[in-house]
Nanobody, 115 residues
C-alpha cells in the first residue's frame, strides 16, 4: 500500500501564489503517472494538472498559464505551483498516483482564495 500525503494548502488572497507538495511512500515513484485534482462540495472531482512518468504534462484549461506541475522522482514528490490564484480555485486539492490499473489518492489539502 502506497501512502500519499499532500501539503501546502492554505488561505491566500486573489492574485497570490501557493505551492502544493505531494509525497508518496512508493518504492519506485518514477514509474507512476501522477496528477493533481480538486473538488468542491456538490461537484465532481476534476483534473487540474497531470504529469506522466515520462514527463508529459496536461492542464485544465483554466489552469494553463497560471499553474505548473512538476515532479522530483528522487524525492518521491509531486508539486503544483499555483500563481495568480482566483476565488474559483478554492477547493480541496488531491494528489493521485497511478500505475496501470492501480491508483492511490491522498486525503487532500484545502486551498481557499479569498480577500
Amino acid at each position: 500500500q502506497v501512502q500519499v500525503a499532500e501539503s501546502g494548502g492554505g488561505l491566500v488572497e486573489p492574485g497570490g501564489s501557493l505551492r502544493l507538495s505531494c509525497t508518496a511512500s512508493a518504492k519506485i515513484f518514477s514509474m507512476y503517472d501522477t496528477g493533481w485534482y480538486r473538488q468542491t462540495p456538490g461537484r465532481q472531482r476534476e483534473l487540474v494538472a497531470e504529469i506522466s512518468s515520462g514527463g508529459q504534462t496536461n492542464y485544465l484549461d483554466s489552469a494553463k498559464g497560471r499553474f505548473t506541475i512538476s515532479r522530483d522522482d528522487a524525492k518521491n514528490t509531486l508539486y503544483l505551483q499555483m500563481n495568480n490564484l482566483k476565488p474559483e480555485d478554492t477547493a480541496v486539492y488531491y494528489c493521485k498516483l497511478q500505475y496501470v490499473f492501480t491508483t492511490f489518492w491522498g486525503r487532500g489539502t484545502q486551498v481557499t482564495v479569498s480577500s
